[in-house]
């Protein structure tokens, strides 16, 4: 299970329909749906029943949703916490010596 699966997942079960998920995704149609069958096969489940004229979650799929976007969010946040520390690393002021000389009184 990859995070652009979950991400293709989530936002086709949002729209309900393939094309217009690419769209919101930036990605052509067919990559969207690959990502889709890569996580039913992966996970062994059908998540969308497909017909030429709609796309409904099957009851797995709308057990995962819920779940899918909690891992979504929660890799959201933990990006969110790296680029802080990230700043905070750059802001800080140097102090001229190793990080092992640090309390050594060198």
């Known amino acids: 299970m990859e995070l652009r699966q979950l991400?293709?997942?989530?936002?086709?079960a949002e729209e309900l329909h393939f094309g217009r998920a690419a769209k919101r995704l930036h990605v052509v149609q067919p990559a969207v749906s690959q990502q889709v069958r890569n996580l039913?096969?992966?996970?062994?489940?059908?998540?969308?029943?497909?017909?030429?004229?709609?796309?409904?979650l099957t009851e797995a799929g709308k057990e995962l949703?819920?779940?899918a976007r909690a891992?979504?969010?929660?890799?959201?946040?933990?990006?969110?916490?790296?680029?802080?520390?990230t700043a905070q690393?750059?802001?800080?002021?140097r102090t001229g010596g190793s990080p092992e000389?640090?309390?050594r009184g060198e």
């Open 7 to 12: 991400t293709c997942f989530v936002t086709v």
């Open 40 to 56: 039913e096969r992966s996970l062994k489940v059908t998540l969308f029943e497909r017909s030429t004229r709609e796309v409904l």
């Open 65 to 67: 949703l819920p779940l």
């Open 71 to 85: 891992v979504l969010r929660s890799v959201k946040m933990a990006e969110i916490v790296a680029a802080r520390h």
């Open 89 to 93: 690393a750059r802001t800080m002021p």
């Open 101 to 103: 000389s640090l309390g």
